[in-house]
């Protein structure tokens, strides 16, 4: 079993004739800071909200929700799950910088659907240590994001429960559609 994603779309020597991905990535930087000027902002998001969201590369938050930099806090893992870590971010986002709404975001045809925790097993066979977190995988996204609320929802270390709304982004539409919790 191989646990990496490896989708060859041209062969290793064009790749590294343009250097590495992390490269390409410094040089963006480089231009954005050349014309970057200190927006005066501090760490507390203006809207009071923190979204968690599926960390899959076809998701643009700010551009599907019509947020600006300094909007929101964006908390992102794989499926966007509530797990220990992300309860952890939002105790923070909440009790250290105001946040008081949540906004809990998955998508359609999401990478977790195919998972199993034999994933873990598998893993563990590889590399000779099992890891110590959950793989979290789902069939029913709807019940995902109902599961994902109540956690955020039954926390005790969160002060802030009363408005907490989860969504399936469909990545063919852009559409986000609401789950009721019940």
Do not use: K
């Not at 191989?2 to 290793?12: G, H, K, L």
């Not at 971010?89 to 910088?97: P, V």
């Amino acid at each position: 079993m191989t646990t990496s994603a490896s989708v060859p779309t041209e062969p290793e020597d064009a790749i590294a004739a343009r250097g590495s991905v992390t490269d390409r990535l410094i040089e963006a930087n480089e231009q954005y800071a050349a014309a970057f000027s200190d927006p005066g902002m501090d760490a507390r998001p203006v809207l009071q909200v923190a979204v968690v969201a599926c960390m899959d590369a076809r998701l643009d938050l700010h551009a599907a929700l019509g947020l600006e930099l300094g909007d929101c806090h964006t908390i992102r893992n794989a499926g966007g799950v509530v797990t220990d870590d992300v309860i952890r971010s939002l105790t923070i986002s909440q009790r250290a910088l105001g946040t008081r709404s949540v906004v809990l975001i998955h998508h359609t045809g999401c990478g977790l659907e195919s998972l199993t925790e034999e994933f873990r097993h598998d893993l563990e066979m590889e590399v000779g240590q099992r890891p110590a977190w959950a793989v979290e995988a789902f069939r029913d996204v709807d019940q995902d994001v109902r599961q994902s609320m109540q956690r955020v929802r039954t926390s005790p270390f969160l002060l802030h429960t009363g408005d907490v709304r989860g969504f399936v982004f469909d990545v063919r539409t852009g559409l986000l559609r609401e789950i009721d919790p019940a």
